[in-house]
C-alpha cells in the first residue's frame, strides 16, 4: 500500500488524534518508527536547525528540504508529512514544490499562509499573505498531486495578527479550495481550540509545541475537542539536543564517557538503529563465492530491515 494512502487511512480510523512526532533526518525518524509511532512530520524547523544551524526564518531551500525528505522516505516505510513552509514563492513555485515532495516520497505536503520569508509560528513579526492568494496556491498543490491520495495541508499564521474568528475562515477558504488537512496555528486557549473544530468542518491539526502559545494538551482532551492531528514538530529534536549537552558536559568534567554509558544508546542498539544486520545480510547475499558465483539473489537476507 503506498504512504499516501496509508496516511489518508489512519486519518479516518476511529483512534485519534493521529500522534504525530517530528524528525530533521533519517536517524531520528528511525527513532519514531521502532518507537511504534504511525507517521512522521518532516519539520521544516527542525531540517533548519539541525542542517543549517540556523532559526525558522525561512531560510531553507526545496532542494536541501527534498534531501532529507529522499533520505527519510528510503530509511523509514512511515507515511511522511512535510512542512513545506510557504511552499517556496508563489502559486507556480508551490506547483514545483509539491512535485518535487511527492517525487521525493512524501505522503502529505504543508504550505501556510505567511509572507515569504516565514518565521516559526510562535515567534513574533509574522506577516500574512492574502486569502486569495492562499487559496490560489492551495488550488495549485491539488493539481499538482501526480497521486490523487498525496494530501495537502493548509495553515493559516492569521489567529496571531487578526484573531481566532478570521483565522477560521480563512481555514473555511482552505477546505474550499481542496486542503485534505487544516491547520491554524498558535490558538492560546482552549477554547480558542474548541472553536476552531467546532465552527470549521473537516480535520485539523493541534500544534503541540513546548514553550509556545498553545496550551499543552493530552491526547484523550484533543480527542474530546475534535482534532485528528497531534503534532510533535520538535520534541524528539530537543529531547536529543538535551541528550548531546549531557554527554558533552560529562566529558568535558571528567575528560573520559567512561562513566557515561547510561547516557548513551548502546553500541548494538545504535547499529540496529541504522539496521546494520540488513546490510550485512544484504552483503552476504550479493557476495561472490569461491566459485565466481553470486549468491542467489532469492534468498532471505536472515534479517529485519
Known amino acids: 500500500m503506498r504512504t499516501t494512502t496509508r496516511l489518508r487511512q489512519l486519518l479516518?480510523?476511529?483512534?485519534?488524534?493521529?500522534?504525530?512526532?517530528?524528525?530533521?533526518?533519517?536517524?531520528?525518524?528511525?527513532?519514531?518508527?521502532?518507537?511504534?509511532?504511525?507517521?512522521?512530520?518532516?519539520?521544516?524547523?527542525?531540517?533548519?536547525?539541525?542542517?543549517?544551524?540556523?532559526?525558522?526564518?525561512?531560510?531553507?531551500?526545496?532542494?536541501?528540504?527534498?534531501?532529507?525528505?529522499?533520505?527519510m522516505a528510503d530509511a523509514v516505510s512511515l507515511p511522511l508529512v512535510v512542512d513545506a513552509d510557504t511552499g517556496f514563492g508563489n502559486a507556480l513555485n508551490v506547483q514545483r514544490t509539491v512535485r518535487t515532495l511527492e517525487r521525493a516520497g512524501a505522503a502529505a505536503v504543508q504550505i501556510e499562509d505567511q509572507v515569504s520569508p516565514k518565521k516559526c509560528g510562535h515567534f513574533d513579526g509574522k506577516e500574512i499573505v492574502s486569502t486569495a492568494e492562499m487559496v490560489g496556491k492551495i488550488h495549485a498543490a491539488v493539481d499538482a498531486r501526480n497521486d490523487p491520495d498525496l494530501l495537502v495541508v493548509a495553515r493559516t499564521d492569521a489567529r496571531a495578527l487578526e484573531g481566532i474568528e478570521a483565522a477560521c475562515e480563512r481555514a473555511a477558504a482552505f477546505l474550499e479550495a481542496g486542503a485534505d488537512v487544516l491547520f491554524v496555528e498558535a490558538p492560546t486557549t482552549r477554547e480558542e481550540m474548541r472553536y476552531i473544530t467546532e465552527t470549521v468542518p473537516g480535520r485539523h491539526v493541534a500544534n503541540m509545541v513546548e514553550g509556545g502559545r498553545t496550551p499543552l494538551l493530552s491526547r484523550a482532551d484533543l480527542a474530546d475537542l475534535g482534532f485528528s492531528v497531534a503534532l510533535y514538530a520538535n520534541a524528539a529534536m530537543r529531547g536529543a539536543v538535551l541528550g548531546m549537552q549531557s554527554v558533552l558536559d560529562h566529558l568535558a568534567r571528567h575528560g573520559d564517557t567512561r562513566e557515561a554509558a547510561d547516557l548513551m544508546i548502546s553500541w548494538t542498539e545504535r547499529q540496529e538503529l541504522v539496521r546494520k544486520p540488513h546490510f550485512d545480510a544484504l552483503d552476504r547475499r550479493y557476495a561472490e563465492r569461491p566459485d565466481g558465483e553470486v549468491t542467489d539473489p532469492d534468498a532471505p537476507t536472515d534479517a529485519p530491515e
Open 12 to 71: 479516518e480510523r476511529d483512534e485519534r488524534p493521529l500522534m504525530l512526532p517530528g524528525a530533521p533526518n533519517a536517524l531520528t525518524a528511525r527513532v519514531v518508527e521502532l518507537s511504534g509511532f504511525d507517521a512522521v512530520y518532516v519539520s521544516g524547523a527542525g531540517v533548519t536547525n539541525t542542517q543549517l544551524g540556523m532559526p525558522d526564518l525561512g531560510l531553507l531551500s526545496l532542494p536541501e528540504l527534498a534531501g532529507q525528505v529522499a533520505a
